[in-house]
């Protein structure tokens, strides 16, 4: 999985992730370059420290359109901590034809596998690759 | 998952964690954050199911676990049980750095009570479930010596009736007859020639045995749960109102709490009922003087484990802890797990390795952290404390005030005596 994405947007970045809280966890906000509005609901919420969770990516248009064939990944870090997390967390399969195009109904991209093994913050990252282009955003989730 | 290069940038961009200035508080004025920290240290005896293991909770079996558990007779040396390197009157450790078994081990016994909460056994996690991390020292050279023949045999000829009750099935007088006395696949050449000369179904029928004797070890484990401590009953006085908390910590332990949750920190890794994150992390110990590859090793091994969820013996396959498991994690390396806290002060000498004496020792050492780690890097949480010798000896105290009441005499001894002799070395 290329990681090159994620450093892009520590650069557009810069410290603006760092004034999001938890309270941005389910609600939408617009990606870097504002092609798309992302979501990011955390389920359980808040997750049990140490313990699977999942993570459910809503995207869509700035028209509120959902975005359902697009390439999404998600990811969570503690920059200062210098790591990331002990597991690999996967997409669940969306409705896919017999030549794999995918679609996520309702712009809906599930993933199963998060774990903050740690308490403290958390970077939540997210990057779409979708009909207008690519584009990412990023939220501070303190995990306890 | 790590990258590097964001959280470097991160980190030189000055972007911080938590800028909240908080008023400065007496010990024992706990703001609404802290009582909620102290809430979640706070003992709780819910039990998560083990589906990998169908007579987790079954009485019986958990009753013939018992007295597997102290049996020297799986030892074909008769003279290595469980209890051996998890004593009770130890807090089910050992009092040594490292076991003695047959032979010597590696690391420092791990504490049994609330090991039944975490996803992983063993300092470096390679067992994913307490039956299979049983299977580990029965066949380990230098731990009880056996195999699982002999300890099939064993399980028939001296607890067969209880056995059979539980499981049925078993091991048939003709098989017991025809099977040798020790084979086992991987142990050394000559058990594994045994092993490999045995038929399909007699080999089938040891595992049969192994697996569930191994289980109802298992179910007796989980019955050792960590019991409430003084430190409870202070959370549960102080969330009721009781600034005092009723009395149950003395002065300096409470003083010791506030460190823990406060200046010291201990609450990142040591959080939760358990105080364990059950997480793996490198302290850079002083000391070692060999490479120990930690979990680094100990993820590969738990995702191949012959006894893991989702081996066949395994009682369930949603095994989701494995299906997302990332063995390739950078800061496993001379990794160990973060053990819990609870009965801390039962369990010296301290560390994977048991190169710290005493709990004064290990306050030592996360307050200076000497030297650096030899492999990859120390946890970068880590930091020097800055404590005064009256900190250190408050945070001891408070540890102490972590030991639970004794469990009852029926889950700390063997139900009746076992005669060791009755099952002589037999090779």
Redesign the interface.
């Given at each position: 999985m290329t990681r090159a994405w994620l450093v892009g947007l520590a650069l557009l970045s810069g410290c603006t992730t760092s004034s999001a809280t938890s309270a941005s966890v389910g609600e939408f906000r617009r990606t870097q370059v504002g092609r798309y509005q992302v979501k990011l609901e955390l389920e359980p919420e808040p997750p049990p420290l140490g313990e699977l969770f999942r993570v459910r990516a809503t995207v869509t248009l700035r028209d509120g359109r959902p975005v359902e064939t697009a390439k999404v990944e998600v990811d969570a870090q503690m920059p200062q901590h210098e790591h990331g997390m002990e597991t690999r967390p996967r997409l669940r399969p969306g409705e896919c034809d017999a030549e794999d195009r995918c679609k996520f109904p309702d712009g809906i991209y599930i993933f199963d596998g998060f774990k903050f093994h740690m308490s403290g913050d958390w970077t939540l990252l997210v990057h779409v690759e979708g009909p207008r282009g690519p584009d990412s955003t990023s939220l501070i989730y303190r995990a306890r | 998952?790590?990258?590097?290069?964001?959280?470097?940038?991160?980190?030189l961009?000055?972007?911080?964690?938590?800028t909240v200035t908080e008023p400065v508080r007496q010990p024992g004025d706990w703001s609404e954050e802290e009582l909620?920290?102290l809430r979640?240290l706070r003992l709780d005896p819910t039990l998560p199911a083990d589906p990998t293991n169908r007579w987790s909770d079954d009485p019986e079996a958990a009753k013939l676990g018992r007295s597997l558990f102290f049996d020297p007779g799986l030892s074909p040396s008769g003279a290595v049980s469980c209890a051996t390197c998890h004593n009770p009157a130890l807090g089910f450790s050992d009092g040594r750095a490292v076991s003695q078994g047959v032979g010597e081990t590696a690391r420092n016994a791990p504490a049994i009570p609330g090991s039944q909460y975490?996803p992983w056994q063993f300092w470096d996690g390679r067992a994913d479930t307490l039956w299979a991390q049983a299977a580990g020292p029965v066949e380990s050279p230098v731990e009880m010596g056996s195999d699982r023949t002999f300890f099939a045999r064993h399980v028939m000829n001296t607890h067969g009736e209880a056995y059979r009750a539980i499981f049925g099935g078993g091991l048939t007088q003709e098989q017991l007859d025809r099977l040798p006395a020790r084979a086992a696949p991987g142990i050394d050449p000559d058990l594994d020639a045994a092993w490999k000369a045995l038929s399909a179904e007699d080999r089938e029928a040891v595992m049969e045995v192994f697996t569930k004797g191994l289980k109802a070890i298992a179910a007796y484990e989980r019955q050792l749960l960590p019991t409430e401590a003084p430190f409870d009953r202070y959370v549960d006085a102080v969330l009721a109102g009781d600034p005092e908390g009723g009395g149950h910590l003395k002065p300096a332990q409470v003083r010791g709490l506030s460190l823990f949750v406060r200046e010291a920190n201990c609450?990142?890794?040591h959080?939760?009922p358990h105080f364990t994150?059950?997480?793996?992390h490198n302290l850079g110990l002083p000391g070692l003087t060999r490479y120990d590859p930690g979990r680094s090793l100990g993820a590969l091994e738990v995702l191949s484990h012959e006894f893991n969820c989702k081996s066949p013996w395994s009682d369930t396959d949603r095994c989701?802890?494995l299906?997302?498991?990332?063995p390739s994690?950078?800061?496993?390396q001379q990794a160990f797990k973060t053990p819990t806290l609870r009965n801390v002060a039962l369990t010296a000498p301290y560390m994977h390795h048991g190169g710290l004496q005493t709990l004064h020792e290990v306050i030592e050492f996360y307050d200076e952290l000497p030297g650096e780690s030899n492999v990859n890097h120390r946890?970068?949480?880590l930091q020097p404390l800055g404590l005064t010798e009256k900190d250190r000896r408050d945070l001891v105290s408070f540890l102490n005030a972590l030991t639970g009441d004794p469990l009852p005499d029926r889950l700390t001894s063997p139900p009746d005596p076992v005669d060791a002799s009755s099952t002589p070395p037999t090779r």
């Amino acid at each position: 999985m290329t990681r090159a994405w994620l450093v892009g947007l520590a650069l557009l970045s810069g410290c603006t992730t760092s004034s999001a809280t938890s309270a941005s966890v389910g609600e939408f906000r617009r990606t870097q370059v504002g092609r798309y509005q992302v979501k990011l609901e955390l389920e359980p919420e808040p997750p049990p420290l140490g313990e699977l969770f999942r993570v459910r990516a809503t995207v869509t248009l700035r028209d509120g359109r959902p975005v359902e064939t697009a390439k999404v990944e998600v990811d969570a870090q503690m920059p200062q901590h210098e790591h990331g997390m002990e597991t690999r967390p996967r997409l669940r399969p969306g409705e896919c034809d017999a030549e794999d195009r995918c679609k996520f109904p309702d712009g809906i991209y599930i993933f199963d596998g998060f774990k903050f093994h740690m308490s403290g913050d958390w970077t939540l990252l997210v990057h779409v690759e979708g009909p207008r282009g690519p584009d990412s955003t990023s939220l501070i989730y303190r995990a306890r | 998952m790590r990258i590097a290069p964001l959280a470097s940038l991160l980190v030189l961009l000055g972007c911080p964690g938590s800028t909240v200035t908080e008023p400065v508080r007496q010990p024992g004025d706990w703001s609404e954050e802290e009582l909620q920290t102290l809430r979640a240290l706070r003992l709780d005896p819910t039990l998560p199911a083990d589906p990998t293991n169908r007579w987790s909770d079954d009485p019986e079996a958990a009753k013939l676990g018992r007295s597997l558990f102290f049996d020297p007779g799986l030892s074909p040396s008769g003279a290595v049980s469980c209890a051996t390197c998890h004593n009770p009157a130890l807090g089910f450790s050992d009092g040594r750095a490292v076991s003695q078994g047959v032979g010597e081990t590696a690391r420092n016994a791990p504490a049994i009570p609330g090991s039944q909460y975490g996803p992983w056994q063993f300092w470096d996690g390679r067992a994913d479930t307490l039956w299979a991390q049983a299977a580990g020292p029965v066949e380990s050279p230098v731990e009880m010596g056996s195999d699982r023949t002999f300890f099939a045999r064993h399980v028939m000829n001296t607890h067969g009736e209880a056995y059979r009750a539980i499981f049925g099935g078993g091991l048939t007088q003709e098989q017991l007859d025809r099977l040798p006395a020790r084979a086992a696949p991987g142990i050394d050449p000559d058990l594994d020639a045994a092993w490999k000369a045995l038929s399909a179904e007699d080999r089938e029928a040891v595992m049969e045995v192994f697996t569930k004797g191994l289980k109802a070890i298992a179910a007796y484990e989980r019955q050792l749960l960590p019991t409430e401590a003084p430190f409870d009953r202070y959370v549960d006085a102080v969330l009721a109102g009781d600034p005092e908390g009723g009395g149950h910590l003395k002065p300096a332990q409470v003083r010791g709490l506030s460190l823990f949750v406060r200046e010291a920190n201990c609450t990142l890794c040591h959080h939760g009922p358990h105080f364990t994150d059950r997480a793996f992390h490198n302290l850079g110990l002083p000391g070692l003087t060999r490479y120990d590859p930690g979990r680094s090793l100990g993820a590969l091994e738990v995702l191949s484990h012959e006894f893991n969820c989702k081996s066949p013996w395994s009682d369930t396959d949603r095994c989701e802890e494995l299906e997302y498991l990332d063995p390739s994690f950078p800061d496993f390396q001379q990794a160990f797990k973060t053990p819990t806290l609870r009965n801390v002060a039962l369990t010296a000498p301290y560390m994977h390795h048991g190169g710290l004496q005493t709990l004064h020792e290990v306050i030592e050492f996360y307050d200076e952290l000497p030297g650096e780690s030899n492999v990859n890097h120390r946890e970068l949480t880590l930091q020097p404390l800055g404590l005064t010798e009256k900190d250190r000896r408050d945070l001891v105290s408070f540890l102490n005030a972590l030991t639970g009441d004794p469990l009852p005499d029926r889950l700390t001894s063997p139900p009746d005596p076992v005669d060791a002799s009755s099952t002589p070395p037999t090779r």
